[in-house]
T-cell receptor, first 116, second 117 residues
Framework: ETGVTQSPTHLIKTRGQQVTLRCSSQ?????VSWYQQALGQGPQFIFQYYREEENGRGNFPPRFSGLQFPNYSSELNVNALELDDSALYLC???????????????FGAGSRLTVL | AQSVTQLGSHVSVSEGALVLLRCNYS??????LFWYVQYPNQGLQLLLK??????LVKGINGFEAEFKKSETSFHLTKPSAHMSDAAEYFC???????????????FGQGTILTVHP
């Protein structure tokens, strides 16, 4: 089974631009969560998508938005980029089921965004 | 609101020595607790988790953690460190709320473990 894949792995943008990051979830997973990991910090929860609907959001402004597609892949969009948006963006997928053994998060390797 | 505090941003041990990484949490409801490991240029990998039941949890690579409600702690230990254990470790918490709650984690700041020969 394939794991979680993210693209691009690295990208550089300038302030005010917009960026789209992509995530392919692990086969059989219908839930995708996005996290922002600034340098030297732990990951921070941005939002989660379950069956194409947003299902929970962290403390991030509306310029952070997302989509989940019928094949459960996902996109993270960030508008009006700021310097502080420079970070590693992690995508994680799971089954979203209640069985405690079934819904462990599988993380991708991340997309490293640098905003100049 | 939930929070996680990891005591010590850097821990250094000798190969073969005990590894102890500290984690304290704050939660208004019984928590689910996790330890993840992150190797350079990689995503996070689950080491172990506590949901309900036995408070001593065993994970992969010889790691274990004990949930102590009275101390609001979930410290990670390994009896004998190996060079391959060098990585960054994150403690995380979420609250029970159906299966999708596993995706909404609050992480600590991380602890970088260095293992000396």
């Amino acid at each position: 089974e394939t794991g979680v894949t993210q693209s691009p792995t690295h990208l550089i943008k300038t302030r005010g631009q917009q960026v789209t990051l992509r995530c392919s979830s692990q086969s059989g997973h219908n839930t995708v969560s996005w996290y922002q990991q600034a340098l030297g910090q732990g990951p921070q929860f941005i939002f989660q998508y379950y069956r194409e609907e947003e299902n929970g959001r962290g403390n991030f402004p509306p310029r952070f938005s997302g989509l989940q597609f019928p094949n459960y892949s996902s996109e993270l969009n960030v508008n009006a980029l700021e310097l502080d948006d420079s970070a590693l963006y992690l995508c994680a997928s799971s089954t979203g089921q209640t069985s405690s053994g079934a819904n462990v998060l599988t993380f991708g390797a991340g997309s490293r965004l640098t905003v100049l | 609101a939930q929070s996680v505090t990891q005591l010590g941003s850097h821990v250094s041990v000798s190969e073969g020595a005990l590894v102890l990484l500290r984690c304290n949490y704050s939660s208004s409801v019984p928590p689910y607790l996790f330890w993840y490991v992150q190797y350079p240029n990689q995503g996070l990998q689950l080491l172990l988790k506590y949901t309900t039941g036995a408070t001593l949890v065993k994970g992969i690579n010889g790691f274990e953690a004990e949930f102590k409600k009275s101390e609001t702690s979930f410290h990670l230990t390994k009896p004998s460190a190996h060079m391959s254990d060098a990585a960054e470790y994150f403690c995380a918490v979420t609250s029970p709320g159906g299966g999708t709650s596993y995706g909404k984690l609050t992480f600590g700041q991380g602890t970088i473990l260095t293992v000396h020969p």
